[in-house]
């Protein structure tokens, strides 16, 4: 099996923490519900002193990869989110939810490879993570959770921003459709075609002018497994062939039925980019005048620059100027 992974960009402050936090000591407020019997941690980070004011709810569904949401070292806390969350805090409350059976909070020691939580006897995400790591749990079970949030009196029902990126993207893009509660979406590093033709396209780029590195025909027989078992919930050797068939269906089925103001970012360098330039071709033909398009020139799929090698520079941080222009597009 083949897993397309996606690392959110990390900002780091210089704290001293000790054992046994909780979200509170971190800054955030932590609710947990329960989904089909599985507990949801919630995540809540507010401005300060606005905690109880009433504001609209701006969830952010985030990437790939079982990593707790709160990771920290002995003076050192990596970021929740991949930005600043100083602009968007000014007219929201800002929640994030944890995935299933992950923790919420760990020390980045006693995690695995790209900070990803670990069964300690398979060294692999746990069974019950990969059993629900699939497109309908997390659309079904954020439903839940956006009911649950506008319970709270300290949220206003008429504004509801969701925001997605990379295999977020294609979660929030689905479940826009799935509410009527969702006023405004943005689409942020998806692949409007799905998650298969991310892979190949990678594998395209790798490929050179000779007949010995036929990678992406190696993919397309990939393809053809993951369709004759795409229930398949076998994690032996990554994402399951039902997590990438969920993922690969094309996002655009739900995007295009929407008539909710949409914004679609995406850095021309990122592999999905030929396929985001389609979508805006196609939604101007359609005359779906609820997009906005945005795309960051130069940049890949964590709005990087990269190299003259064609590696990401990780000295030029995009990330706070991409949610910086979010919010000011969500209050136009």
């Known amino acids: 099996m083949k897993t397309l992974i996606s690392i959110l960009t990390i900002f780091i402050t210089t704290v001293l923490f000790a054992q046994n936090k909780s979200a509170e000591d971190f800054g955030f407020r932590h609710i947990e519900t329960i989904f089909n019997g599985d507990k949801v941690d919630i995540l809540i980070k507010s401005r300060k002193g606005d905690e109880q ?50 923790p919420l909070i760990a020390e980045v020691k006693t995690l695995g490879r790209n900070m990803c939580f670990e069964d ?33 009196p300290f949220v206003t029902k008429t504004k509801l921003v969701v925001a997605g990126h990379s295999e977020g993207s294609t979660v929030a893009s689905k479940l826009a459709t799935k509410t009527n509660k969702i006023t405004h979406l943005i689409y942020s590093s998806g692949n409007p075609l799905g998650r298969i033709l991310s892979i190949i396209e990678q594998d395209r780029t790798n490929e050179i002018d ?74 101007i033909r359609q005359n779906k005048n609820n997009f906005t398009f945005k795309s960051y020139i130069g940049l890949e799929h964590n709005f990087f620059p990269l190299t003259e090698t064609g590696q990401p520079n990780y000295e030029i941080f995009n990330w706070d100027k991409v949610a910086n222009e979010w919010w000011l597009w969500t209050m136009k």
């Open 53 to 102: 004011k009433k504001k609209p709810i701006f969830l952010f569904c985030q990437g790939s990869l079982p990593q707790p949401l709160i990771k920290f070292e002995e003076q050192r806390l990596y970021g929740v989110f991949p930005f600043k969350t100083d602009s968007i805090e000014k007219d929201y409350h800002i929640v994030i939810i944890g995935k299933p059976y992950i």
């Open 120 to 152: 300690n006897l398979t060294h692999k995400a746990p069974k019950k993570y990969s059993d629900r790591n699939y497109l309908d749990y997390y659309v079904n079970r954020n439903l839940k959770v956006i009911e649950l949030l506008q319970k709270q």
């Open 210 to 283: 000779t007949d010995s590195t036929k990678y992406a025909e190696s993919d397309f027989e990939y393809w053809k497994h993951i369709v004759k078992n795409k229930n398949d919930l076998d994690d032996e050797n990554g994402d399951t062939y039902k997590a990438t068939y969920d993922f690969s269906i094309p996002p655009i089925q739900y995007l295009q039925k929407l008539t909710i103001p949409i914004l679609v970012c995406y850095g021309t360098k990122d592999y999905s980019s030929p396929f985001n330039d389609y979508l805006r071709v196609e939604m």
